[in-house]
């Protein structure tokens, strides 16, 4: 990863989403296709506002993007950040829930085996609690691997 040019990194963040190539980033984006093109063949360097924007879409720092992370690869905090970079949005909420949910958890944090799935979430109007009918199984899958 560390050896990687931008264009490796930016196609590496684009098949991780499941981005066919520069439209459908442009799509997403507003980065007209013709400059990522140029950015993925690393015939051109990014500008601050790109960077920012590409940051922003995958979920990443500016540092990362161009291969400056402040942590070494293998830092766990940096890998999981890059995995819930990948999730759809609903998904996004739905982990945030459960890791406030952990953390607000009284010392030594007891994680049974098959935790009801309305003590893992809160239950605000708006938040993650409507995410469960669609997301059930998958939470209770989650859940149970603890």
């Known amino acids: 990863m560390r050896d990687e040019t931008f264009g ?27 400059y990522i093109g140029y950015l993925l063949k690393d015939e051109r ?46 998904d996004q909420l739905l982990v ?6 952990l953390a607000a958890a009284p010392l030594p944090l007891h994680r049974p085996a098959m935790s009801p799935l309305g003590q893992l979430l809160p239950d605000h109007d708006g938040g993650p609690h409507r995410i469960l009918d669609t997301n059930r199984s998958r939470v209770e899958r989650l859940t149970n691997s603890w």
């Open 96 to 101: 945030e829930a459960i890791i406030e949910r």
């Open 8 to 34: 490796q990194r930016l196609q590496r963040l684009m098949t991780a989403r499941s981005l066919r190539g520069a439209g459908d980033l442009e799509r997403a984006t507003g980065i007209p296709r013709s």
């Open 45 to 90: 360097n990014p500008g601050r506002k790109t960077l920012g924007t590409l940051a922003d879409y995958f979920g990443v720092s500016t540092d990362e993007l161009q291969g400056r992370a402040l942590t070494g690869p293998d830092d766990p905090l940096q890998r999981i950040a890059r995995k819930l970079a990948l999730l759809v949005p609903d």
